[in-house]
T-cell receptor, first 114, second 113 residues
Framework: DAGVTQSPTHLIKTRGQQVTLRCSPK?????VSWYQQALGQGPQFIFQ???????QRGNFPDRFSGHQFPNYSSELNVNALLLGDSALYLCASSLPQGGGNGYTFGSGTRLTVV | AQSVTQLDSQVPVFEEAPVELRCNYS??????LFWYVQYPNQGLQLLLKYLSGSTLVKGINGFEAEFNKSQTSFHLRKPSVHISDTAEYFCAVIKAAGNKLTFGGGTRVLVKP
């Protein structure tokens, strides 16, 4: 049973560029959440997708956008990259009720903006 | 809104000694509580969770945690640590009907031989 798969594992981008990160949820899960983890900090919630719609959003600017496909996989897009966007981006999948059902996390994409 | 405070940013401990990681939370509504572990260059792995019922929760790898509603705490313990327990540990909460996990800042555990 495959867990959450994220790609790529590492990425280096230049300030001002755009980036797309990808996530395939755990089998049986249809809800995908994205988190940003800056170095030395806990993960911060970016947004959650369910039924191809953004269901909830954290305190992140519009430069951060996402998409969910009919097969439940998801993309995170970041435009106009800033140095401060350098972080580990984690994808988590769950059943739609979320909450106590728990979240399964992927290994993350390490984004470095130079 | 919920918030989580992990009171220790780093905890050095000798192998086979006990360890306790402290977590306090704030919320105006009922929440579920979690502890996750993150090994170097990896994602988060669930150690244990508290939803309801017994306040003492047992998880994987010999870890346990105790929910204390009056003190709004959810401290994590292990009676005897191994070198392999060296990692970062995160406490997290979510509203009972919510979609967003709120994490603490993490506690880095360094197990020394």
């Amino acid at each position: 049973d495959a867990g959450v798969t994220q790609s790529p594992t590492h990425l280096i981008k230049t300030r001002g560029q755009q980036v797309t990160l990808r996530c395939s949820p755990k089998s049986g899960h249809d809800t995908v959440s994205w988190y940003q983890q800056a170095l030395g900090q806990g993960p911060q919630f970016i947004f959650q997708y369910y039924e191809e719609e953004e269901r909830q959003r954290g305190n992140f600017p519009d430069r951060f956008s996402g998409h969910q496909f009919p097969n439940y996989s998801s993309e995170l897009n970041v435009n106009a990259l800033l140095l401060g966007d350098s972080a580990l981006y984690l994808c988590a999948s769950s059943l739609p009720q979320g909450g106590g059902n728990g979240y399964t996390f992927g290994s993350g994409t390490r984004l470095t903006v130079v | 809104a919920q918030s989580v405070t992990q009171l220790d940013s780093q905890v050095p401990v000798f192998e086979e000694a006990p360890v306790e990681l402290r977590c306090n939370y704030s919320s105006s509504v009922s929440v579920y509580l979690f502890w996750y572990v993150q090994y170097p260059n990896q994602g988060l792995q669930l150690l244990l969770k508290y939803l309801s019922g017994s306040t003492l929760v047992k998880g994987i790898n010999g870890f346990e945690a105790e929910f204390n509603k009056s003190q709004t705490s959810f401290h994590l313990r292990k009676p005897s640590v191994h070198i392999s327990d060296t990692a970062e540990y995160f406490c997290a909460v979510i509203k009972a009907a919510g979609n967003k996990l709120t994490f603490g800042g993490g506690t880095r555990v360094l197990v020394k031989p």
